[in-house]
């Protein structure tokens, strides 16, 4: 069977954009400063939540567009109700924060801004920010607009400052980090004389918008200048240095927090007296007290201002700890606050010796170590099954999406596919696909379990079995977090199984942490240390999985971003005919 990537794939999607625009339109309408700033910055209240709604008016939602041509731009503009002959002038911050991100030249990018008016629910006039960065079909700059769709690393909500004294603002800015927004960037724009300083938000924000602009009318470069260069809460270098030293509680505290079983017993809605909790959780109050006043510190709970002192209820992302939420990340705690913490105290041998610390420590390597301990492989399994979030845009790959329409039916094959997590995403998006999944017993019978739950395991053979084992015949095949536990050699054996099983038309998709060419921070760059110290194995850049990918005789394609960091490689076999260049 072959199958063929649709030309669609090559267009922007324009409904992508549209329905950014209209959401950010709808949400600039519906909401006010004071309702608002609490929802971005979980537990403000009080002086604090005076003095910001009392110096900043929200003033609008900013979203980054990817129109073909200015004709694009406006209809865009008018389907969202918005008028399309909006002024527009040069957006230098933007423009500079692309560009280091995507290692461009800031001359190739002409991004646009523009602030189309739109009145909030009382009448009050504020506006949508649309940043324009003009790609034509067919251009290079297509793989920018892909990333950024995806990251929305430039969606934002602004607060205008009334009276921008340098004292206030910088007021403002130390009551944004008391309550947990991180400074991430900013710039002066000369073209309109304004000063914007951006911020991260809160893990446990409830707001799907994860940055917050303060924006002050006039040059406010002394502020911004403090601002860039603020490493940690105040930019002392020691006490940066201190809270990182400290990383290490974090990590048992959360991992403490799951295993008492603590996210369980809370909810999000109401707090629970510390007497109550230790009673629940068979814990001595006092010293619960004071690991829920670090659990508060780090956003995992807050303390209800309403009650008594020791009142306490559970945040966005400390539910992520419960063991019946969806996508729970309580094994990943387990995991880390566990065996991969012990494995940790030898990084020095690691280091010194390049293996693994975790065989220095076990006696034994991590998969023969786990293979011998059934409750300790299933924990690892559902660790694994823990970061599923980056498997999101997955079904939507144009890989997957040409061969669920292929008039014969294909096949999915996932190498080492773990409780299945992945294949029936895959799988119920798209119901005339077939899957294969190869692994270890107890992992087959986890995921045997998990797609008949999901109703796709009529579609799904199971395979027992190692790399050795690759099913053939298949149209697609997938390794995911696969090829990072193995040194090069092995990832090549690996590779060439898959090749061995493929048939000529056959794609390979491939999902990894790529470590970044340029340095900058990336999950990539600190599981490139968790792989030295656990496995022995290793992240890779882009280039390096191609030169993998070449000697086991395919050829990458290209590479889209997924979340947390991820990114999926396309590959195929070397000479095999190319349904679509470019478009992976």
């Known amino acids: 069977m072959t199958t063929t990537l649709p030309d669609e794939t090559l267009l922007l999607d324009t409904a992508d954009d549209t329905a950014c625009l209209r959401a950010a339109v709808r949400f600039v309408r519906e909401h006010d400063s004071a309702a608002l700033l609490p929802l971005l910055l979980p537990g403000l209240d009080g002086p604090d939540l005076q003095a910001l709604a009392g110096h900043c008016r929200f003033a609008h939602a900013g979203v980054l567009l990817f129109p073909p041509d200015a004709d694009g731009l406006r209809t865009r503009l008018a389907d969202c109700e918005l008028a399309a002959d909006t002024p527009s002038h040069p957006s230098v911050v933007v423009r500079e924060r692309l560009a280091l991100r995507h290692r461009r030249d800031p001359a190739e990018l002409d991004v646009q801004i523009l602030r189309p008016q739109v009145h909030g629910s009382t009448g009050e006039r504020r506006a949508v920010e649309v940043f324009a960065l003009t790609v034509p079909p067919y251009s290079d700059l297509e793989p920018i607009a892909a990333h950024e769709r995806t990251c929305r690393h430039e969606a934002h909500l602004a607060f205008e400052i009334e009276h921008p004294e340098p004292l206030a603002l910088r007021g403002l800015c130390a009551i944004l980090a008391r309550h947990g927004a991180r400074p991430d960037g900013g710039g002066y724009n000369p073209h309109e004389d304004g000063t914007v300083l951006y911020f ?22 002394d502020t911004l200048a403090a601002h860039l260069d603020r490493p940690g809460h105040d930019g002392q270098p020691a006490e940066t240095l201190l809270r990182l030293l400290t990383g290490a509680w974090t990590t048992q505290a959360l991992a403490t927090f799951a295993r008492l079983g603590l996210p369980d017993v809370m909810d999000t809605g109401t707090a629970r007296r510390t007497e109550d909790l230790a009673r629940l959780t068979g814990s001595h109050p006092r010293s619960l007290a004071v690991l829920l006043r670090h659990l508060a510190m780090l956003g995992a709970v807050t ?38 913490y012990r494995s940790f105290g030898g990084l020095d041998h690691a280091v010194r010796t390049g293996r693994p610390a975790f065989d ?14 059934p409750e300790l492989a299933a924990l690892f399994d559902l660790s694994m099954a823990a970061s599923s979030r ?11 999406t040409a061969a669920s329409q292929a008039p014969s039916g294909a096949t999915v094959v996932d190498v080492a596919g773990g409780n299945g997590e992945l294949l029936g995403r895959i799988l119920t998006a798209h119901p005339r696909l077939h899957g294969v999944l190869l692994e270890r017993p107890h992992a087959v019978e986890a995921a045997r379990r998990l797609l008949d739950t999901a109703g796709c395991g009529v579609r799904c053979d199971y395979r027992v079995g190692d790399f050795a084992d690759v099913p053939p015949g298949g149209d697609v ?30 794609d390979l998709l491939v999902v990894e942490r790529l470590l970044p060419v340029d340095g900058s921070p990336s999950l990539a760059t600190a599981w490139d240390l968790h792989m030295l110290c656990n496995v022995g194995g290793r992240e890779r850049r882009a280039d390096h999985y191609a030169r993998l990918f070449a000697d086991a005789g395919l050829r990458l394609v290209g590479h889209r971003p997924l979340p947390l960091d991820a990114h999926v490689l396309h590959a195929r076999r070397a000479g095999a005919p190319d349904p679509g260049a470019g478009r992976s």
């Open 360 to 373: 220095h420590l076990f006696g034994e390597n991590h998969f023969d170590h786990f293979a011998r301990d």
């Open 477 to 506: 095949y997938v390794l995911s977090r696969v090829l990072h536990d193995w040194d090069d050699d092995r990832c090549r054996e690996i590779l060439r199984h898959c090749v061995r099983a493929m048939p000529d038309h056959a």
């Open 390 to 400: 980056m498997f999101e845009p997955l079904p939507a790959h144009p890989v997957i």
């Open 200 to 221: 991260t938000l809160p893990a446990d924000a409830a707001c799907d918008y994860r940055r917050l602009e303060l924006y002050a009318r006039g040059d406010h470069r």
């Open 303 to 340: 303390r209800c201002p309403d009650r008594e002192e020791d009142g306490f209820r559970l945040t966005g992302l400390g539910a992520l700890l419960r063991a019946d939420a969806p996508g729970s990340m309580r094994p990943l705690a387990l995991m880390y606050g566990g065996p991969f």
